[in-house]
């Protein structure tokens, strides 16, 4: 489809509209659909698409996966050895799994307090 007018626009049935603004890869977040007498029936979201293969969502989100199954192994073996291995085994999966979400959110802050322990240790102030 070419660029069209408004007006000629409005005489597109809503598939019709959909598709030209599919075929235009629209940025906007929706597409409005009129009908012929310019009344909105219904917005549809067009489709974007991206370039990037990693966004910084990808990113952040895979780096706390890490940390959070980390954290969670570390956390259950340090029930089993505190706790007895049946009832650390059987119940020490709670609390890692408590502080396995909040490294995956918080991965940032830990690896800042690791640095500054790190440079504290070693003299790097």
């Known amino acids: 489809m070419e660029h069209i007018s408004s007006a000629d626009f409005k005489k597109l049935t809503p598939k019709q509209q959909e ?12 597409a409005v659909i009129v009908d012929a007498s310019g ?6 979201r067009a489709r974007t698409t991206s370039t990037s293969t ?26 089993i050895i505190a706790y007895g291995f ?19 959110v918080a991965w940032p802050l830990i690896v800042g307090l690791l640095l500054l322990a790190i440079m504290a240790m070693f003299g790097g102030w």
Do not use: H, Q
Not at 39 to 44: G, P
Not at 87 to 104: C, D, E, R, S, V
């Open 86 to 104: 049946l009832f650390g085994t059987a119940l020490g999966w709670i609390p890692a799994a408590i502080l396995a979400l909040i490294a995956t």
């Open 39 to 44: 009344n909105t029936i219904r917005k549809a």
């Open 54 to 79: 990693t966004t910084g969502d990808d990113l952040y989100s895979g780096i706390g996966a890490v940390f959070g199954v980390i954290t969670f192994f570390i956390t259950w073996g340090y029930c």
């Open 19 to 30: 598709r030209y603004w599919m075929e235009r890869g629209i940025s906007y977040n929706e």
